[in-house]
């Protein structure tokens, strides 16, 4: 990262600054296992894939409460070399203190943020880039650097962020699963001529009223999803076979999510308006979107300990197919039933389903402490038809069954 540098002499000089003691050790160390049943559709991809993942959290406090957290990652792949990564999720110092009587809190390093109500996807929540080869579904998150302002009152909480620089999605390689068919390129080009170093800008206000939960943002400043480029603008063409260059535009987008709480169910929504984004054909196109979720938890099924949450989401681009993004009008239901044992047994099943496109995918998904320290977790995914106009994912032949063994200290 080009920026380490900078990360390392701010965790230095936070490190001067407190008090010397002990630091505060947590963290997970994960074993990830993964096979596909069918022929890859790749040349030099496997059939099985294994990776090792660290993530430990170090934690310091002073005695006048400012804060150092420094969370590395390191994941080792075998299979595919992009997919093994070392980052910086976390590297900040807290300060807080006093604005009359509005508490106030500032983060200056690298911090994740999360926005948004949705299960599925998170059309507001903008500010991190995504780690899109950590996982086909949940995709993580890189590590920011930000100067995060909080200040907080009866009237509800106010965010803003400065943010320095732009972190690339990260793509699987030639050799990685859940490619797409058209590899995508490890170089990006920009709209800004400041490339990574835009200055980007986000706020956000959210409050509660009553039984409504809900969060007003916006972001101006280069986006983390990327268009693409069959080649640069200038220079000799490229073979058609050559990978994609990821573009990032400079965009505004507003966004609004709420969750209404009622006895019966709860009522989610994430839209958002954004502007300055090119659209699958290349122009320029502004355009909204939004999730529309309705969750309900049966307690104690068939009078049992078990609890059983069914939830339902419509995700909708008024782009249609001209949109860059697989979520232009998808149907999501799952269901999750927590057994509510000692072990915390969890099981979840879902489908999701394209109304513009042949594509669907089923998930099956169990969770289940083994001990106080050892959690495992095994995922099936069939892909039941594939979308063969998504530019970041074939999943024609990338069913898989995953099993992931966290041990956390």
């Known amino acids: 990262m080009r920026f380490g540098g900078a990360i390392a002499a701010l965790v230095l000089m936070a490190a001067a600054v407190a008090e010397a003691q002990t630091p505060d050790l947590s963290g997970d160390l994960r074993l990830q296992a993964r096979w596909y049943p069918q022929s890859p559709a790749f040349p030099d991809q496997r059939s099985g894939t294994g990776a090792l993942v660290v993530e430990p959290t170090l934690y310091w406090e002073s005695a006048q409460g400012t804060s150092l957290t420094l969370t590395p990652f390191y994941r080792y792949d075998g299979a595919d070399s992009r997919r093994t990564q070392a980052d910086l999720r976390e590297a900040y110092v807290l300060m807080h203190g006093k604005w009359g009587r509005n508490p106030?809190?500032?983060?200056?390093?690298?911090?994740?943020?999360?926005?948004?109500?949705?299960?599925?996807?998170?059309?507001v929540d903008i500010v991190n880039q995504l780690d899109l080869v950590g996982h086909p579904r949940n995709r993580p998150k890189l590590g920011q650097p930000m100067a995060h302002l909080t200040v907080s009152g009866d009237w509800g909480i106010a965010e803003s962020f400065l943010l320095p620089y732009h972190r690339k999605r990260t793509f699987p390689g030639r050799s990685g699963r859940h490619r797409s068919g058209?590899?995508?390129?490890?170089?990006?080009?920009?709209?800004?001529?400041?490339?990574?170093?835009?200055?980007?800008?986000?706020?956000r206000y959210s409050n509660s009223v009553g039984s409504l939960d809900f969060g007003l943002s916006a972001f101006a400043g280069t986006s983390r999803e990327p268009s693409f480029l069959a080649s640069r603008q200038s220079g000799p063409p490229t073979p058609?076979?050559?990978?994609?260059?990821?573009?990032?535009?400079?965009?505004?987008?507003?966004?609004?999510?709420?969750?209404?709480?009622?006895?019966?169910?709860?009522?989610?929504?994430?839209?958002?308006?954004?502007?300055?984004?090119?659209?699958?054909?290349?122009?320029?196109?502004?355009?909204?979107?939004?999730?529309?979720?309705?969750?309900?938890?049966?307690?104690?099924?068939?009078?049992?300990p078990a609890d059983l949450t069914v939830l339902a989401?419509?995700?909708?681009?008024?782009?249609?197919?001209?949109?860059?993004?697989?979520?232009?009008?998808?149907?999501?239901?799952?269901?999750?039933?927590?057994?509510?044992?000692?072990?915390?047994?969890?099981?979840?099943?879902?489908?999701?389903?394209?109304?513009?496109?042949?594509?669907?995918v089923l998930n099956l998904e169990l969770k289940r402490q083994l001990s106080d320290?050892?959690?495992?977790?095994?995922?099936?995914?069939?892909?039941?038809?594939?979308?063969?106009?998504d530019l970041t994912y074939d999943g024609r032949r990338d069913s898989f069954l995953g099993v992931e063994l966290t041990f956390s200290f």
């Open 240 to 304: 058609a076979d050559a990978p994609l260059i990821p573009h990032y535009e400079q965009i505004r987008q507003f966004g609004v999510d709420a969750q209404f709480t009622t006895e019966a169910l709860l009522y989610k929504v994430e839209a958002i308006r954004r502007s300055g984004a090119r659209n699958l054909v290349g122009h320029d196109e502004d355009y909204g979107a939004f999730v529309f979720g309705l969750e309900h938890t049966f307690y104690a099924l068939f009078s049992s």
């Open 373 to 389: 320290s050892w959690l495992i977790r095994v995922e099936a995914s069939a892909n039941l038809s594939a979308d063969p106009q």
């Open 313 to 360: 989401e419509w995700l909708y681009d008024d782009r249609g197919r001209r949109a860059t993004t697989v979520w232009n009008n998808d149907l999501f239901v799952m269901g999750a039933l927590a057994f509510n044992d000692v072990q915390g047994t969890e099981l979840s099943a879902s489908i999701l389903g394209d109304r513009h496109h042949d594509y669907r």
């Open 104 to 123: 106030w809190e500032l983060r200056l390093g690298l911090d994740r943020v999360f926005w948004g109500v949705a299960e599925l996807h998170n059309l």
């Open 182 to 203: 058209r590899l995508i390129g490890e170089t990006a080009s920009y709209e800004s001529g400041a490339e990574e170093r835009h200055v980007d800008l986000a706020f």
